[in-house]
């Protein structure tokens, strides 16, 4: 009876100590368990500044303070990030975490934190070799972090009132490259530091390496923004200023070239007495002179307010047909001298478009003009005007000697003049003419080509959209 | 025209040599012409008002063209109004263009575009256009 007796204890103690050991078992997995989704939360955590935060600093500090409330309660006092500085070479204190510890090392700090330098050349500093040799480091001599920076005997001093045992310096890097490391100051030995807190050390400096890298990145987009903003503000104060001051020399030059034409006209026309034939034909030059001066700064204005988009078309609907009597008469003597063929037509005759009037008169003074320059005495200049797919198309054609192809590209460019051509004093030609007549045309909508070859002759198209 | 009395004109130009050619041709033309040589004058004399044509530059010293028109506008109508004001400057600038045609101006002529025969032109195809007496008064 006695040996049944202890046999059912021995049964219910060892029973006991199964379920023990099981309890603990399984509460070790749990706490296993737990250790795990800690770590996840506290990573998590981190994850969440790289999400929330782009600021550098913001991050630096969010960083610093976040690992400090996951391992404050493990000793952990101090914890530091560092960044390389690659213009001084040396590694720079970036920020600290807000414990008493770590305002307390502050206040003793004979250097200002933010003005703690390490060279990179400082080999025995265990940053410095953290961040040269890619490792985990440790060391129960705190001054090893600090040194040449503040004295060793001083540091060890600090080191002794804290309550520090153990230093760890862990490299921070991002698509491998090593931007600086962390420094955690452990109020434990190195043996009492649980693999649950190295992994949180290691999951940390991963996850401060992405989390610097895009906050820097962002710093350095927003800067070369901001740097762009600046500079298309300057250019368009250039821009305006380009402008004024073309407008200002044009007046400028204006102002003379009145002058010369007006006295040079009342000569001609008799108001000062009567005058030989030859000094009329001198005064035509100099008018002639005159008129093509005073068509370039007109040219040169336009074309500066065009390009600095302060050009403003008037448009307006008129006949096309008054306009083309009225470069039809225009031409005639001309014409009339040199026995050319000068036709215009207009179909339908009583078309109407709607455009800046000036502007196209000029469009076909100059085209009409080039044909005229460029062909021969006898030859024949066509306008014609009809429409095509709801444009008004106007072609003006001559035969004259036609556009080599090579020349073809420099002709709507600015004083991209051919060849000699027959310019004399009396045809005021400003090499931009075809220039503006394109930028005219286009900012009608409309459309400019042209069909030539040499010997050919060469016929010049411009549309105008209709209605 | 001989029983029509002549039209009065005011020739507002700082430039002498061109100030003197305006006024003769006008006068040639047959026009009553007076000229002044700065804001201020062109101020004054188109307050007591009674022109039927203002040629009128806008750079001028003292004040400009554009400031004279402001402050036509701002004051009481003149006595005798003035029927036309034209704009004849060598300042192409769209801005001042406009802004001048919204204080009163019937026209704006740049001076190098035009003869001496062409002003005179201009001159009389703006008379033509029939009396304008609110011009350089209340346009506001």
């Known amino acids: ?467 | 025209m001989a029983d029509t009395p002549q039209k009065r004109l005011l020739v507002v130009e700082d430039d002498t040599a061109l100030r003197d050619l305006y006024v003769q041709i006008l006068t040639d033309s047959g026009f009553t012409v007076e000229s002044a040589v700065d804001g201020q004058e062109a101020f004054d004399k188109m307050k007591k008002g009674g022109y039927d044509l203002v040629l009128l530059d806008i750079i001028l010293p003292k004040v400009d063209g554009l400031t004279v028109l402001e402050k036509l506008s701002a004051e009481a109508p003149p006595e005798k109004p003035n029927y036309h004001i034209v704009v004849l400057s060598n300042l192409g600038q769209d801005e001042a263009i406009s802004k001048a045609m919204s204080l009163g101006a019937q026209g704006y002529l740049i001076k190098s575009d035009y003869t001496p025969g062409q002003v005179v032109e201009q001159v009389n195809h703006f008379l033509e256009l029939g009396d304008n007496s609110s011009a350089g008064s209340t346009t506001a």
């Not at chain 1, 990030?81 to 590694?91: A, N, P, Q, R, T």
């Not at chain 1, 008493?100 to 004979?110: D, K, R, V």
């Not at chain 1, 001093?157 to 490391?181: A, D, E, H, M």
């Not at chain 1, 007006?262 to 009567?274: E, F, L, T």
Request: with cysteine.
């Open chain 1, 1 to 467: 009876m006695v040996y049944l007796t202890a046999l059912v204890i021995l049964a219910l103690s060892l029973g006991l100590l199964f379920f023990i050991a099981q309890y603990y078992r399984v509460s070790n997995l749990l706490s296993h368990h737990q250790t795990q989704k800690k770590t996840l939360d506290a990573l998590w955590k981190i994850e969440q500044i790289i999400v929330n935060s782009l600021n550098f600093q913001e991050v630096a500090q969010k960083i610093s303070d976040s690992v400090l409330l996951e391992l404050g309660k493990f000793g952990f006092a101090i914890i530091v990030l560092i960044l390389v500085d690659d213009e001084s070479k040396s590694l720079k204190r970036i920020s600290i975490s807000r414990t008493q510890e770590a305002n307390t090392a502050l206040e003793i700090s004979p250097v200002p934190f933010n003005n703690i330098s390490i060279p990179l050349s400082a080999t025995e500093n265990n940053c410095v070799r953290s961040v040269n040799e890619n490792k985990v480091l440790t060391t129960a001599h705190m001054a090893n972090v600090l040194v040449p920076a503040i004295d060793r005997n001083f540091v060890e001093k600090v080191q002794k009132t804290l309550g520090v045992k153990t230093t760890i310096t862990v490299p921070v890097s991002s698509k491998n490259k090593i931007l600086g490391c962390l420094i955690f100051s452990v109020k434990k030995s190195e043996k009492d530091v649980s693999t649950y807190e190295w992994d949180i050390i290691h999951g940390y400096a991963d996850a401060v390496g992405i989390a610097l890298d895009n906050s820097l990145l962002y710093t350095d987009l927003q800067t070369t923004t901001k740097k762009l903003d600046e500079a298309n503000k300057h250019l368009q104060e250039l821009d305006k200023l380009k402008d004024e001051f073309v407008s200002l020399a044009s007046h400028e030059l204006r102002t003379p070239m009145t002058a010369i034409k007006s006295y040079v006209w009342m000569v001609q026309n008799h108001k000062a007495g009567d005058i030989t034939d030859t000094a009329q034909k001198y005064l035509a030059i100099v008018y002639s002179s005159t008129e093509r001066l005073i068509h370039l700064v007109n040219d040169m204005l336009d074309i500066s307010r065009i390009e600095s988009g302060r050009f403003q078309l008037h448009p307006a609907p008129f006949k096309f047909a008054d306009l083309v009597h009225e470069i039809q008469t225009e031409f005639l003597a001309k014409a009339g001298e040199r026995h050319m063929n000068w036709q215009t037509s207009i179909d339908p005759p009583d078309t109407t478009v709607t455009a800046d009037r000036d502007k196209i008169e000029q469009v076909l003074e100059n085209l009409v003009g080039n044909a005229f320059k460029f062909t021969g005495d006898g030859g024949t200049v066509t306008l014609k005007a009809f429409i095509k797919d709801n444009n008004l198309a106007v072609a003006i054609s001559d035969t004259g000697r036609g556009i080599a192809k090579e020349d073809m590209s420099k002709l709507f460019t600015k004083f991209g003049r051919l060849g000699e051509g027959l310019p004399t004093l009396s045809q005021p030609g400003t090499g931009l003419g075809l220039y503006l007549s394109k930028q005219f045309i286009e900012l009608h909508h409309g459309h400019v080509t042209v069909d030539s070859a040499l010997g050919r002759g060469s016929t010049f198209t411009f549309t105008l959209p209709l209605g």
